[in-house]
């Protein structure tokens, strides 16, 4: 079993009637605390979005347009390989 706490929380009005008249007594705490597990959940896949939209920025920056298309990449490896033999 699970630990658990006893908390006070201050909803409005009208959200607890729409509780109250939605799920059965003796349901409503898990009721809470799946939906706030699912809140929480939301907003760290959108933290970690966030964060992942800010290393592409910091990626384009440092390495620009890169190609998405396996001849491209292969390509561009080519160039990149005939450019370190012309060094030796």
Do not use: C
Not at 42 to 60: A, D, I, P, S, V
């Amino acid at each position: 079993m699970r630990e658990v706490t006893r908390v006070t929380v201050t909803l409005p009005l009208y959200l607890w009637e729409a509780v109250k008249r939605t799920i059965p007594t003796g349901r409503r705490s898990r009721f809470l605390a799946e939906a706030l597990e699912r809140e929480l959940h939301r907003r760290k896949r959108m933290q970690q979005l966030g964060q992942l939209r800010e290393f592409q920025k910091r990626m384009f920056q440092k390495y620009g347009e890169l190609p998405s298309r396996t001849d491209d990449i292969q390509l561009t490896q080519k160039k990149s390989d005939d450019n370190q033999d012309s060094l030796y």
